[in-house]
């Protein structure tokens, strides 16, 4: 018969064994044999350590805005028409108080803010304002959208979850691969369910509603038939799904924070909408959203 495989090995060679699997051990773990840390690798030189987490800036020099018709200001000042001046993030005006103003003062922020947001935009224009934001070396980026991909004609045109995480993780490689310094303020979108409940008890506002804004919530606004009802919730629902993404994204960036819902759960009023169309912020809901904007980049971390 042939020999046994399983031939017992002379005591020496297992102690020898022993000794190179220690040995082996301590090569990969940075120890010596004996578990003390070895301060060198077996190539002489010490094993990198991981780099640190970099500190967030409460008080950063410059700021971009990119984003939709609320951070355009759109009917804030007039019917229909965009206000840039009054924007949360980048606007002069003294009433609101803009981020940029709060962080830099009146004088800087003119001359190191920069509004790139399109009223209209949705999550897939994101991108585009991202590499055009990327340019001005900001030190501070906001983003604010996503109602837009809410507000469409019917539910079944509302943008699918997948289509909007896959934009807005495209938009923020745009700006990493030009700004990778850049910090990143991410807000919530807005509970569009909540500003129809306010702005559906003003006559007027409901009469610009029905020009054709964000029919897909404010589409007949006193039906409170089960067909309307479902579809109101359908589009909340869909916001909450989009903000899941807005901060399951944003986590993933070191030097990106999201407002922790905190715009989503604001409860405008009547007095924060716009006098206009009572949807859109109006100079009052803009000074909140600043507000909110401004405490989440001061914060010494970001929300819960």
Same mark, same amino acid.
């Given at each position: 018969?042939?020999?046994?495989?399983?031939?017992?090995?002379?005591?020496?060679?297992?102690?020898?064994?022993?000794?190179?699997?220690?040995?082996?051990?301590? +090569?990969?773990?940075?120890?010596?044999?004996?578990?003390?840390?070895?301060?060198?690798? /077996?190539?002489?030189?010490?094993?990198?350590?991981?780099?640190?987490?970099?500190?967030?800036?409460?008080?950063?020099?410059?700021?971009? /805005?990119?984003?939709?018709?609320?951070?355009?200001?759109?009917? $804030?000042?007039?019917?229909?028409?965009?206000?840039?001046?009054?924007? &949360?993030?980048?606007?002069? @005006?003294?009433?609101?108080?803009?981020? $940029?103003?709060?962080?830099? %003062?009146?004088?800087?922020?003119?001359?190191?803010?920069? *509004?790139?947001?399109?009223?209209?935009?949705?999550?897939?224009?994101?991108?585009?304002?991202?590499?055009?934001?990327?340019?001005?070396?900001?030190?501070?980026?906001?983003?604010?959208?996503? +109602? #837009? @991909?809410?507000?469409?004609?019917?539910?079944?045109?509302?943008?699918?979850?997948?289509?909007?995480?896959?934009?807005?993780?495209?938009?923020?490689?745009?700006?990493?691969?030009? /700004?990778?310094?850049?910090? =990143?303020?991410?807000?919530?979108?807005?509970?569009?369910?909540?500003?129809?409940?306010? %702005?559906?008890? *003003?006559?007027?506002?409901?009469?610009?509603?029905?020009?054709?804004?964000?029919?897909?919530?404010?589409? @007949?606004?006193?039906?409170?038939?089960?067909?309307?009802?479902?579809?109101?919730?359908?589009?909340?629902?869909?916001? =909450?799904?989009? #903000?899941?993404?807005?901060?399951?994204?944003?986590?993933?960036?070191?030097?990106?924070?999201?407002?922790?819902?905190?715009?989503?759960?604001?409860?405008?009023?009547?007095?924060?909408?716009?006098? &206009?169309? &009572?949807?859109?912020? %109006?100079? #009052?809901?803009?000074?909140?959203?600043?507000?909110?904007?401004?405490?989440?980049?001061?914060?010494? %971390?970001?929300? $819960?």
């Amino acid at each position: 018969m042939p020999e046994r495989a399983s031939r017992r090995r002379p005591r020496g060679a297992a102690v020898t064994l022993t000794a190179v699997a220690l040995a082996a051990s301590a +090569a990969l773990t940075g120890c010596s044999s004996d578990g003390t840390p070895a301060p060198r690798s /077996a190539a002489g030189t010490r094993s990198p350590s991981p780099s640190p987490t970099p500190a967030w800036d409460a008080s950063p020099a410059s700021v971009a /805005a990119v984003g939709d018709s609320i951070t355009r200001g759109f009917d $804030a000042c007039s019917v229909l028409a965009d206000c840039p001046e009054v924007s &949360w993030a980048t606007g002069t @005006d003294g009433r609101v108080r803009s981020l $940029a103003v709060r962080l830099l %003062g009146v004088s800087k922020a003119a001359s190191h803010s920069w *509004n790139h947001a399109v009223s209209g935009a949705r999550m897939a224009q994101l991108p585009e304002q991202m590499a055009l934001a990327a340019k001005d070396r900001p030190e501070l980026v906001t983003v604010m959208i996503g +109602a #837009n @991909d809410a507000c469409r004609d019917s539910v079944r045109l509302m943008t699918p979850v997948a289509d909007f995480r896959t934009s807005f993780e495209a938009s923020m490689r745009q700006l990493r691969a030009a /700004a990778p310094r850049s910090q =990143v303020y991410v807000s919530s979108v807005p509970d569009l369910k909540r500003l129809w409940s306010t %702005g559906r008890e *003003n006559p007027l506002g409901k009469q610009i509603w029905k020009l054709g804004i964000c029919r897909s919530m404010l589409a @007949d606004a006193d039906d409170m038939g089960p067909t309307a009802v479902a579809r109101r919730d359908a589009v909340r629902e869909r916001v =909450v799904a989009y #903000n899941e993404v807005l901060r399951d994204v944003c986590a993933r960036d070191e030097r990106c924070r999201y407002d922790g819902g905190a715009v989503f759960d604001y409860r405008f009023t009547g007095e924060q909408l716009s006098e &206009w169309d &009572w949807f859109h912020p %109006g100079r #009052n809901g803009q000074a909140r959203l600043a507000e909110i904007a401004y405490r989440t980049v001061t914060a010494a %971390g970001p929300p $819960a």
